[in-house]
T-cell receptor, first 114, second 108 residues
């Protein structure tokens, strides 16, 4: 049982390049989330999903897109990376809604945009 | 939106000391969680505690929802307790709102 895994662990992009971050969970959780963490800050919600085929915007969705084609995977895409998107990205999952249940976090992806 | 304030922002203690970390929130919440982010960046769940008191080894937490605060107690601190402690509550329909954290350093 690996829990929540994220790929890749590190990435450096040039401004304007695109990339996709992959989150996978093996706990059969319905809910999945993407957060970003900037230096000296707590995490902020980018997008989330309440089930396969569904996505919704969080607090800071601009510049990102997501997809949940399979229950166990949640993808975060950057179509045209900007230096402001330099951050550590965390994925999380939970078996029921955030109001009712614990969220479990992956190890993070450190992204630098030059 | 809901405001989450944690105090103190920084705390330096000697090994063996006890500490209390505080989390204040500006509105009623249905979920409150405490996390420890270790020096390698990993977020570790400590407590899911929307109300009441829980204990896990040297750590315990109390949330008084009616007064909009939560406390995390760490007893007999060890160097491995170092890191950042986050309080997070539910504001958005299905996401957590985090405080800025308390940076704890335990010196040997």
């Amino acid at each position: 049982n690996a829990g929540v895994t994220q790929t890749p662990k590190f990435r450096v992009l040039k401004t304007g390049q695109s990339m996709t971050l992959l989150c996978a969970q093996d706990m059969n959780h319905e809910y999945m989330y993407w957060y970003r963490q900037d230096p000296g800050m707590g995490l902020r919600l980018i997008h989330y999903s309440v089930g396969e085929g569904t996505t919704a915007k969080g607090e800071v969705p601009d510049g990102y897109n997501v997809s949940r084609l399979k229950k166990q995977n949640f993808l975060l895409g950057l179509e045209s990376a900007a230096p402001s998107q330099t951050s550590v990205y965390f994925c999380a999952s939970s078996s029921s809604s955030a109001q009712e249940d614990t969220q479990y976090f992956g190890p993070g992806t450190r992204l630098t945009v030059l | 939106g809901i405001q989450v304030e944690q105090s103190p922002p920084d705390l330096i203690l000697q090994e063996g000391a006890n500490s209390t970390l505080r989390c204040n929130f500006s509105d009623s919440v249905n979920n409150l969680q405490w996390f420890h982010q270790n020096p390698w960046g990993q977020l570790i769940n400590l407590f899911y505690i929307p109300s009441g008191t829980k204990q896990n080894g040297r750590l315990s937490a109390t949330t008084v929802a009616t007064e909009r605060y939560s406390l995390l107690y760490i007893s007999s601190s060890q160097t491995t307790d170092s890191g950042v402690y986050f309080c997070a509550v539910v504001e958005w329909a299905d996401g957590l709102t985090f405080g800025k954290g308390t940076h704890l350093i335990i010196q040997p």
